[in-house]
């Protein structure tokens, strides 16, 4: 939350994955709660993502993962993040059919936040505003 602006949330949908309902819903949540919310659609690259969070300035970049890739689609936009030097200047949040076992691993390699299918909107968004302003 940077000079007092609302944070800038950017969410995307990596891959092959054709279901955006719930990245939808997670959007309009995070709008209702005053965060400035940029949704890129489905089908983007990690590059994408991560040239368009470069270039929006976002606070966090918000990946939906439905199909089951989430392991090989986040060490991609990890390693891109890292390559890019944004590694803990951008909160990244991963949410979507993801197993309790993959949750530290993702973890281990820079993801901050995994929210699996049925997660609280209000956890999504103390989760966010809590860790926004550790890093002020």
Request: no cysteine.
């Amino acid at each position: 939350m940077r000079n007092s602006k609302p944070p800038k949330i950017l969410l995307a949908k990596l891959g092959l994955d054709g279901h955006d309902r719930g990245i939808k819903v997670i959007a309009k949540a995070l709008e209702n709660a005053g965060m400035e919310v940029i949704y890129m659609g489905m089908r983007v690259t990690p590059e994408q993502v991560v040239n368009k969070a470069q270039e929006e300035d976002a606070d966090v970049i918000g990946i939906s993962l439905l199909s089951g890739a989430h392991k090989t689609l986040m060490e991609r936009l990890m390693k891109v993040i890292h390559e890019r030097e944004m590694s803990g200047e951008t909160l990244v949040l991963l949410g979507g059919t993801v197993a309790d076992s993959d949750i530290e691993p993702l973890k281990s390699i820079g993801v901050d936040g995994v929210f699996p299918v049925g997660s609280s909107l209000n956890d999504i968004e103390n989760f966010i505003n809590e860790n926004l302003k550790r890093q002020e």
